[in-house]
Every structure is written in structure tokens, then in C-alpha cells.
T-cell receptor, first 108, second 114 residues
Framework: GQQVMQIPQYQHVQEGEDFTTYCNSSTTLSNIQWYKQRPGGHPVFLIQ?????EVKKQKRLTFQFGEAKKNSSLHITATQTTDVGTYFC????????FGSGTQLTVLP | DSGVTQTPKHLITATGQRVTLRCSPRSGDLSVYWYQQSLDQGLQFLIQYYNGEERAKGNILERFSAQQFPDLHSELNLSSLELGDSALYFC?????????????FGSGTQLSVL
């Protein structure tokens, strides 16, 4: 079945530093979605990418979909304490397989 | 507020017992998903329903069962509970259950099996 791997599992950064998490799939994806889960909260949809090589930006967040549609990345520029949480990717599949997530800690 | 309602928020029970978790999807959403999240773990897909019918099944144990009712609310039944079943159980909904739809998650039910 489809496997979605995310790296790193944990990331600690100093406030103001950049952060990147990567999502890799064993199969080609028709789309990829990113979610954020704040500590003690529930996952919240951030964005969906559909096209090969697609890049989308949301303020300090930049999302990319690989040319082969098997990987994706989320980059946060100049992290803030409000960015703390776990970021999940999920690839298209009937089972909506979620990656293991990257837990981001931002140190003030 | 996602519009997805899960009850109860917390549940404490003993091994061997049976519990029922309830989920009401967003108004208009026909598809409901159940996920399990253990401590510091990712989201494990359990099962998906669409308009009352099972659509997809993930890593759901035989001790667990679910259903979606005509009013579209869903229940997840967990029986013969074990310590390892302690986890946060999320319900999510989407309009038609296709893979390009975003999911709206409820606040979850924290299950503690003692």
C-alpha cells in the first residue's frame, strides 16, 4: 500500500530561523494536502497541491509539490512561536494515509 | 470551530470494557472518517463512511466497529479494551469523500484505558 514518510520527525529551531519539513511517497500522488495540529488541538487543513512542480505561498509558508509528484515540502521563513505544532502531509489514496508528522518547537 | 462535533471529549474506562464514541459531521458533509492518534504518533486511518455505507477500511482492529446512521452521524465502537487502545480518536468529515477534498476534524475524544 501507499507509504508516506515525513522527515524530520522532530525539529527545534530558534525563533526567527527557517524550518523545512519533507514528505515522500512511495507512489505517485494525484494531490497532496498539508495539515497543522497545534499542541492539544486537532489537525487543521493548510493547503492542497495538485500540479507537478506547483508552488504555493501563504505568508511565511511556502509549499512545493515535486516534479514527479512523489514528494512535497513545507518551508517556513523566520519562524514565530505561533508556528509551534505538528505538520502533517497526506497523499491521495482511498485511505488518506497521513505522514508521521514533523513536530516543530520554536524556542523564544 | 470546524463544525464537526465529537462526544465525549474525555473517556476513562477499564480494560475489557466497551465504549462508544460519537461524531456529528459538518452540515452537508456526507463522508465521515475515523482516525486514531497515540501519544506522539501520527494519524492512523481507521475507517471511512459515505452516506451510510463503508467506503474504505484502514488499520482497524476486529474489536473495533463503526457505522454511519441515516442522519449521517457516526459511532465508533471499541470493545474488549486494552491498555494500548488508549489514544486520541478523531473524527473528520468532508462533503463527498473524494480524495481531493480537505478534511474537517473534530476536537477528538481522549480515551484512557486503565
Amino acid at each position: 500500500g501507499q507509504q508516506v514518510m515525513q522527515i524530520p520527525q522532530y525539529q527545534h529551531v530558534q525563533e526567527g530561523e527557517d524550518f523545512t519539513t519533507y514528505c515522500n511517497s512511495s507512489t505517485t500522488l494525484s494531490n497532496i494536502q498539508w495539515y497543522k495540529q497545534r499542541p492539544g488541538g486537532h489537525p487543521v487543513f493548510l493547503i492542497q497541491l495538485v500540479k507537478s512542480g506547483e508552488v504555493k505561498k501563504q505568508k511565511r509558508l511556502t509549499f512545493q509539490f515535486g516534479e514527479a509528484k512523489k514528494n512535497s515540502s513545507l518551508h517556513i521563513t523566520a519562524t514565530q512561536t505561533t508556528d509551534v505544532g505538528t505538520y502533517f502531509c497526506t497523499g491521495s489514496a482511498r485511505q488518506l494515509t497521513f505522514g508521521s508528522g514533523t513536530q516543530l518547537t520554536v524556542l523564544p | 470551530d470546524s463544525g464537526v462535533t465529537q462526544t465525549p471529549k474525555h473517556l476513562i474506562t477499564a480494560t475489557g470494557q466497551r465504549v462508544t464514541l460519537r461524531c456529528s459531521p459538518r452540515s452537508g458533509d456526507l463522508s465521515v472518517y475515523w482516525y486514531q492518534q497515540s501519544l506522539d504518533q501520527g494519524l492512523q486511518f481507521l475507517i471511512q463512511y459515505y452516506n451510510g455505507e463503508e467506503r474504505a477500511k484502514g488499520n482497524i482492529l476486529e474489536r473495533f466497529s463503526a457505522q454511519q446512521f441515516p442522519d449521517l452521524h457516526s459511532e465508533l465502537n471499541l470493545s474488549s479494551l486494552e491498555l494500548g487502545d488508549s489514544a486520541l480518536y478523531f473524527c473528520a468529515s468532508s462533503p463527498t469523500g473524494t480524495t481531493n477534498e480537505k478534511l474537517f476534524f473534530g476536537s477528538g475524544t481522549q480515551l484512557s484505558v486503565l
